[in-house]
């Protein structure tokens, strides 16, 4: 039986706070096919290429702001060859507070009536609308204008898989990024707090390690060694992020499917260098054993334009 697909995230058209300006073209999305026009053949990494189909209706939405001479950034933003490794893990929520945005909006997601969730994720990017590059998240899962707890996994574990809870988001606390032009859209469009650092990604087909540097000082770094079964998994892993641009929230919808492998039964390290930026990672209390872990080979990704939800 065809799984259905996710649906493609709207690109709304809206003017963001923080000098980005918004233009509507009278265009459509690039489809896949146009994106891989100069590949060579059998480097599509397509999941399903029915995932994409949607572009075809969606209008073209055009981001800049003073002083970027960039190519253009472009909404539904595509990433059609994708490479990932994350995991998730248990975290005291008295020590998650402090690193969480000021606002009342915003309310941590619970593993238990004590415990928060601390996700970090790596992604080697091939081909996408920012280009190619690597990064890696550090984020942690939060409920919008709602004071829901949560405090089962089970239930948090299966709302963040295929993203299914519209009030339920993750809220990035590092990005950083080897590239220069998605660390500065990052910031600009979104808020996100990135910076240009240098990155190391291998991925096999159940294991994967990333690690990234800045100023001759480590980051993070991240070993991931995913549940072996026989076949890789197709999954639906959409999201959506909330962060904090001008003093407003933003929401970003992202569809997304995968191929590869996740599970609780994986096993996982991380560890934060002594960066200024990261030393405050250091002193979490992580749980030693993951909660979840993710390996996925080939990840195909849709990005819908960046939403202004009023004052953070």
């Given at each position: 039986?065809?799984?259905?697909?996710?649906?493609c995230p709207?690109?709304?058209?809206?003017?963001?706070?923080?000098?980005?300006?918004?233009h509507r073209?009278?265009?459509?999305?690039?489809?896949?096919?146009?994106?891989?026009?100069?590949?060579?053949?059998?480097?599509?990494?397509a999941v399903?290429?029915?995932?994409?189909?949607?572009?075809?209706?969606?209008?073209?939405?055009?981001?800049?702001?003073?002083?970027?001479?960039?190519?253009?950034?472009?909404?539904?933003?595509?990433?059609?060859?994708?490479?990932?490794?994350?995991?998730?893990?248990?975290?005291?929520?008295?020590?998650?507070?402090?690193?969480?945005?000021?606002?009342?909006?915003?309310?941590?997601?619970?593993?238990?009536?004590?415990?928060?969730?601390?996700?970090?994720?790596?992604?080697?990017?091939?081909?996408?609308?920012?280009?190619?590059?690597?990064?890696?998240?550090?984020?942690?899962?939060?409920?919008?204008?709602?004071?829901?707890?949560?405090?089962?996994?089970?239930?948090?574990?299966?709302?963040?898989?295929?993203?299914?809870?519209?009030?339920?988001?993750?809220?990035?606390?590092?990005?950083?990024?080897?590239?220069?032009?998605?660390?500065?859209?990052?910031?600009?469009?979104?808020?996100?707090?990135?910076?240009?650092?240098?990155?190391?990604?291998?991925?096999?087909?159940?294991?994967?390690?990333?690690?990234?540097?800045?100023?001759?000082?480590?980051?993070?770094?991240?070993?991931?060694?995913?549940?072996?079964?026989?076949?890789?998994?197709?999954?639906?892993?959409?999201?959506?992020?909330?962060?904090?641009?001008?003093?407003?929230?933003?929401?970003?919808?992202?569809?997304?499917?995968?191929?590869?492998?996740?599970?609780?039964?994986?096993?996982?390290?991380?560890?934060?260098?002594?960066?200024?930026?990261?030393?405050?990672?250091?002193?979490?209390?992580?749980?030693?054993?993951?909660?979840?872990?993710?390996?996925?080979?080939?990840?195909?990704?849709?990005?819908?334009?960046?939403?202004?939800?009023?004052?953070?």
């Amino acid at each position: 039986m065809r799984k259905v697909l996710p649906a493609c995230p709207p690109a709304i058209a809206n003017k963001l706070p923080g000098k980005v300006r918004a233009h509507r073209r009278e265009a459509v999305a690039p489809s896949l096919q146009t994106q891989l026009a100069d590949e060579a053949e059998g480097r599509d990494n397509a999941v399903d290429p029915a995932f994409f189909d949607a572009l075809a209706q969606q209008p073209l939405i055009e981001y800049d702001w003073p002083g970027w001479y960039g190519p253009p950034n472009r909404f539904p933003m595509v990433y059609s060859d994708v490479g990932m490794v994350a995991a998730s893990f248990s975290v005291p929520l008295q020590q998650l507070r402090p690193l969480l945005p000021a606002t009342s909006r915003l309310t941590p997601a619970r593993v238990t009536p004590w415990h928060g969730l601390l996700m970090v994720m790596a992604y080697h990017v091939h081909r996408s609308g920012l280009g190619r590059y690597q990064q890696l998240a550090i984020a942690t899962p939060m409920f919008l204008d709602t004071p829901r707890r949560l405090p089962a996994w089970p239930l948090l574990r299966e709302s963040l898989r295929s993203g299914s809870d519209p009030a339920l988001g993750l809220h990035i606390l590092e990005l950083p990024v080897d590239r220069q032009r998605p660390c500065e859209a990052a910031q600009r469009m979104y808020g996100h707090p990135s910076m240009v650092a240098h990155a190391e990604f291998a991925l096999g087909s159940q294991t994967g390690l990333a690690s990234m540097e800045a100023e001759g000082q480590r980051l993070a770094a991240l070993e991931v060694s995913a549940p072996r079964t026989y076949l890789p998994l197709r999954m639906d892993l959409s999201f959506q992020t909330f962060s904090i641009l001008g003093g407003h929230l933003v929401r970003t919808r992202h569809a997304a499917l995968a191929e590869g492998y996740r599970g609780g039964r994986g096993n996982a390290k991380v560890a934060f260098g002594d960066h200024p930026r990261f030393a405050r990672f250091r002193a979490l209390q992580l749980m030693p054993r993951p909660l979840e872990t993710r390996v996925c080979t080939r990840l195909n990704w849709i990005v819908g334009g960046p939403e202004d939800l009023g004052t953070a």
